[in-house]
Nanobody, 118 residues
Framework: QVQLEESGGGLAQPGGSLRLSCEAS???????????MGWHRQTPGKQRELVAIIRPNGETNYSDSVKGRFSISRNKAQNMVTLQMNSLNREDTAVYYCYLRTRAGDYWGQGTEVLVSS
């Protein structure tokens, strides 16, 4: 079983910054099985959408809406990812979910809220 512990999020003003972190753990979890790790987000009435992911080789993917503003990184152990969100705008308001894809399956965090408002 895999647990994803999210931290960060909260309230930011337009143009501001926030940082999200997610740590994966599990008694029988093998970090060598990681295919990708990252973040999705969801707003009411809309489908969950990819924000950013990072692969073990360091390759990253971002949605077009966050390119140039958000940056994803991981630690050496590859069990933690951080999403640095800059130049936030109101359209970034959503619940952000940590996402982990392994060879055994996909896992999701509980979600953390990000509210961009003045």
């Amino acid at each position: 079983q895999v647990q994803l512990e999210e931290s960060g999020g909260g309230l930011a003003q337009p143009g501001g910054s926030l940082r999200l972190s997610c740590e994966a753990s599990g008694r029988r979890f093998s970090f060598a099985s990681i295919v990708a790790m990252g973040w999705h987000r969801q707003t009411p009435g809309k489908q969950r959408e990819l924000v950013a992911i990072i692969r073990p080789n360091g390759e990253t993917n971002y949605s077009d809406s966050v390119k140039g503003r958000f940056s994803i990184s991981r630690n050496k152990a590859q069990n933690m990812v951080t999403l640095q969100m800059n130049s936030l705008n109101r359209e970034d308001t959503a619940v952000y979910y940590c996402y982990l894809r392994t060879r055994a399956g996909d896992y999701w965090g509980q979600g953390t809220e990000v509210l961009v408002s003045s």
